[in-house]
T-cell receptor, first 113, second 116 residues
């Protein structure tokens, strides 16, 4: 079982709609979670971090964390073609106290005009 | 502020040659990570350093790979000898444990390595 799991997609979203990305993790003690966006041929770019249960909003992005269900999600409101990218979920595992991240395989999002 | 800097951005070499990738972390960051990304295996952590000391190199695939961090502002990843299966994009990332944000890693632009 992978430690951080995501649907690979592609997730096709009409322009202006909400894109919903999901991520589950296996380490119940994980405390820190991150979403990265990676455009084709580019490096991962940190877009959201979340540490507490509930929602965290930043512009058109909302991260949601439910530690009881071991579930992290990312919502992208008013999706734009420029949001087309691969989104990587990452978590710090409690087996490692040094800040090592475990990444999921990523979900490809395609926003269609 | 300058982000993580990597060089070269592209490297094409022949099998058997030595390859050295370079990284300058964000100033003040005390963690440095080396990753490799391929279509088949995704993003893999190779090795990471804390205060210039290697903490975990369990992701280094073989003895052909080695990494050093002689000071807080410079790290190298060396492959000797290189093989075609080493072809990938290699990323360097850094983070800080001092204050907030905590453990957020920031990636460099990557080095695309092609071994023929």
């Amino acid at each position: 079982q992978k430690e951080v799991e995501q649907n690979s997609g592609p997730l096709s979203v009409p322009e202006g709609a909400i894109a919903s990305l999901n991520c589950t993790y296996s380490d119940r003690g994980s405390q820190s979670f991150f979403w990265y966006r990676q455009y084709s041929g580019k490096s991962p770019e940190l877009i959201m971090s979340i540490y507490s249960n509930g929602d965290k909003e930043d512009g058109r992005f909302t991260a949601q964390l439910n530690k009881a269900s071991q579930y992290v999600s990312l919502l992208i409101r008013d999706s734009q073609p420029s949001d087309s990218a691969t989104y990587l979920c990452a978590a710090v595992m409690t087996t490692d106290s040094w800040g090592k991240l475990q990444f999921g395989a990523g979900t490809q999002v395609v926003v269609t005009p | 502020d300058a982000g993580v800097i990597q060089s070269p951005r592209h490297e094409v070499t022949e099998m058997g040659q030595e390859v050295t990738l370079r990284c300058k972390p964000i100033s003040g960051h005390d963690y440095l990570f080396w990753y490799r990304q391929t279509m088949m295996r995704g993003l893999e952590l190779l090795i990471y350093f804390n205060n210039n000391v290697p903490i975990d190199d369990s992701g280094m695939p073989e003895d052909r790979f080695s990494a050093k961090m002689p000071n807080a502002s410079f790290s190298t990843l060396k492959i000797q000898p290189s093989e075609p299966r080493d072809s990938a994009v290699y990323f360097c990332a850094s983070s800080s444990t001092r204050g907030l944000p905590f453990r957020e890693q920031y990636f460099g632009p990557g080095t695309r390595l092609t071994v023929t």
